[in-house]
């Protein structure tokens, strides 16, 4: 089993939809998570962090973790085609050396 | 606003040939990460660097590769002797506090 699973997609949605992207993992250790958004070619950008369980919201961003089902999920709202981009979870222990462990990304298409 | 720059932005060199990547963090920033991304695939962790030391590695890192901060300022990559399979993009991320990683924009590598 992964540490982390993505589905990679592609989903496609509408300009305006709720987008809801979603990610799994195995390691109960795992405290800190994050979403960060990947245009092509380009180095990932921190879109939100969240330690521990809860929600968290940034704007049109919505970040959710559910340590007990270990399932972590990034909504975003009224969503726009400069949203289209590959969506990245990542995430780490509290303790140790700093090591992120990243999902394979979700590649988000918003159409006009 | 600050932002973390890598060079160069494109490496080519040839197999067995010593490659030496460049990343300037952002100013005041204490974490250092490199991380890498074989074209199509996940972002992959390679090591982190706190209080001028290694703090965790992964198992890509084997003694092929070394960081330092040669001069306080910059945090560089070496990798010696490159086989074909180290062509990818290499990322610098850089953090104040461990909880927060800010990528740079990466130096592709290409191994002939």
């Known amino acids: 089993q992964k540490e982390v699973e993505q589905d990679p997609g592609p989903l496609s949605v509408p300009e305006g939809a709720i987008v809801s992207l979603n990610c799994t993992y195995s390691?109960?250790?795992?405290?800190?998570f994050m979403w960060y958004r990947q245009y092509s070619r380009k180095g990932p950008e921190l879109l939100m962090y969240?330690?521990?369980?809860g929600n968290k919201e940034d704007g049109r961003f919505t970040a959710q973790v559910d340590k007990s089902s270990k399932y972590i999920s990034l909504f975003i709202r009224d969503s726009q085609p400069s949203d289209s981009a590959t969506y990245l979870c990542?995430?780490?222990?509290?303790?140790?050396?700093?090591?992120?462990?990243f999902g394979a990304g979700t590649r988000l298409f918003v159409k006009a | 606003e600050p932002e973390v720059t890598q060079t160069p932005s494109h490496q080519v060199t040839q197999m067995g040939q010593e490659v030496i990547l460049r990343c300037v963090p952002i100013?005041?920033?204490?974490?250092f990460y490199w991380y890498r991304q074989i074209l199509g695939q996940k972002v992959e962790f390679l090591v982190s660097?706190?209080?001028?030391?290694?703090?965790?590695k992964s198992e890509i890192f084997d003694d092929q590769f070394s960081v330092e901060r040669p001069d306080g300022s910059n945090f560089t990559l070496k990798i010696r002797s490159t086989k074909l399979e180290d062509s990818a993009m290499y990322f610098c991320?850089?953090?104040?506090?461990?909880?927060?990683?800010?990528f740079g924009p990466g130096t592709r590598l290409t191994v002939l």
């Open positions: 390691n109960s250790a795992f405290q800190y």
């Open positions: 100013s005041n920033h204490l974490y």
């Open positions: 991320a850089t953090g104040l506090a461990a909880d927060t990683q800010y």
């Open positions: 660097f706190y209080n001028n030391e290694i703090s965790e």
């Open positions: 990542a995430m780490r222990r509290n303790t140790g050396g700093f090591k992120t462990i």
């Open positions: 969240t330690y521990s369980s």
